[in-house]
């Protein structure tokens, strides 16, 4: 099945200042990747889809200017929390879509948690 | 409408056999997935049916039933190393997901 890396893991910062997650898939080429958050005990949401070379699509309610995403190449999507708060502590995940396995199934990177105080 | 339904939480006995059951209603239904997820962890891939039937893989099978917007994970031979949360997700025909919040399953020795 694919690969996609996500760094950092975890990181834990101030209120107020952005962080930046990187989301690779190691051993193909992703024109789309999704990205989720997730609070704890609850389910996955999805906070918008990924697209190589254009702008992303956002979910709604989803602010595109506080959650910036860029998919500058084909291994590799980024989302920036800006201006983080403690409400943006939570799991980030990103997956890359359907399509490109056997059964449809998305892989998923292994998370980063963000922790802002 | 687009929705999802599966239980909380479950309870079950190491070396039993559990049931999850899920409930959706999704436009262009394109199949439902079954992932696991550990607690700190990214959910992984289970199952994946789109046709009415079981599917067996192993210890986990995975049911659908097209009509009645109903699917079901069956884990046999329940071991520690279950004890997850199970997320039901199904697929519209834009290959997007809607996902359940997922069902806590606890095993006890």
């Known amino acids: 099945g694919a690969v996609v890396s996500q760094h950092p893991s975890w990181v834990i910062c101030k209120s107020g200042t952005s962080v930046k997650i990187e989301c690779r898939s190691l051993?193909?080429?992703?024109?789309?990747m999704f990205w989720y958050r997730q609070f704890p005990k609850q389910s996955l949401m999805l906070m918008a889809t990924?697209?190589?070379?254009?702008?992303?699509?956002?979910e709604q309610g989803v602010e595109k200017d506080k959650f910036l995403i860029n998919h500058a190449s084909l291994t590799l999507s980024t989302l920036t929390v800006t201006s983080a708060h403690p409400e943006d502590s939570s799991f980030y995940i990103c997956?890359?879509?359907?399509?490109?396995?056997?059964?449809?199934?998305?892989?998923f990177g292994p998370g980063t948690r963000l922790t802002v105080l | 409408g687009q929705n999802i339904d599966q239980p909380t939480e479950m309870t079950a006995t190491e070396g039993a056999i559990v049931q999850i059951n899920c409930t959706y209603q999704t436009s262009g239904f394109n199949g439902l997935f079954w992932y696991q997820q550990h607690a700190g962890e990214a959910p992984t891939f289970l199952s994946y049916n789109v046709l009415d039937g079981l599917e067996e893989k192993g210890r986990f099978s995975s049911f659908l039933s097209r009509s009645k917007g109903y699917s079901y994970l069956l884990l046999k031979e329940l071991q520690m190393k279950d004890s997850a949360s199970y997320l039901c997700a199904s697929m519209d025909s834009n290959y997007q997901l809607i996902w359940g919040a997922g069902t806590k399953l606890i095993i006890k020795p």
């Open positions: 997956s890359v879509p359907p399509g490109l396995a056997e059964y449809n199934e998305q892989f």
């Open positions: 990924s697209n190589e070379g254009s702008k992303a699509t956002y």
């Open positions: 051993d193909f080429q992703a024109t789309t």
